[in-house]
């Protein structure tokens, strides 16, 4: 099959994921929590199990954390998703540098490549910059990355450390939405804003920072 043959594939396949879980699963943060809770003492390691896999299976990796907020509380639930999100970029990072950086590049597409460049120079400084700041997706960091040279401890702790904002802001927001507390959903959206808000004010001087470095890499 050809390329564009391949791409209306996963098209229609993306497609009717999202059409299946709108019509049929609902797959909202209430129903993912109420499904890991149904296993009992192996709800934990079900969730942690469905994060890691998650950069292969096209959920939102939101709704998850929102989920694990509501099923195990802000603390708990943002280790959890911590370990789940840290593994699946693991493997994604694996994936990514089995496949080969040629093979990696085609699917990442013009945007994923320079992020590779730039990727290749302080490697566990920009992913550490790029998991504070959502510039790029959090899975294209992770292809971009295993296809780049940077090694997997460096790629691990700069993931590690720079999700733990965002993934506390996401799990107390998740646990509060199930909460009785105007004061706790309140201090929940307000910590998710400053964490989110803050990042973005210094979107456009990381940008710049980023694309500085990309031609300093470009540069004979």
Known sequence: MKRWGWIIVVLILIAGLIVLNQTVLDLSPEVIRNW?????MLAPLLYVLLYSARPFILFPASVLSLAGGLAFGPVYGTLLTMTGATAGAILA???AKKAGAKRVEEKLGERGKKLQDQLEHNGFFIV???RLVPLFNFDLISYAAGASKIRLLP???ATLIGIIPGTFAYTFLGFSTGSDSAGTIVLAVSIFAV???IPMLFRKKI???LQG???EGEAP
């Not at 890991?36 to 009992?40: D, F, Q, T, Y």
């Open 36 to 40: 890991i809770l149904s296993v009992g």
């Open 93 to 95: 990072f694996i994936f």
């Open 128 to 130: 550490l910059l790029l």
């Open 155 to 157: 790629f691990t702790l």
């Open 195 to 197: 964490i989110f808000i």
């Open 207 to 209: 940008k710049a920072y």
């Open 213 to 215: 470095r990309s031609n």
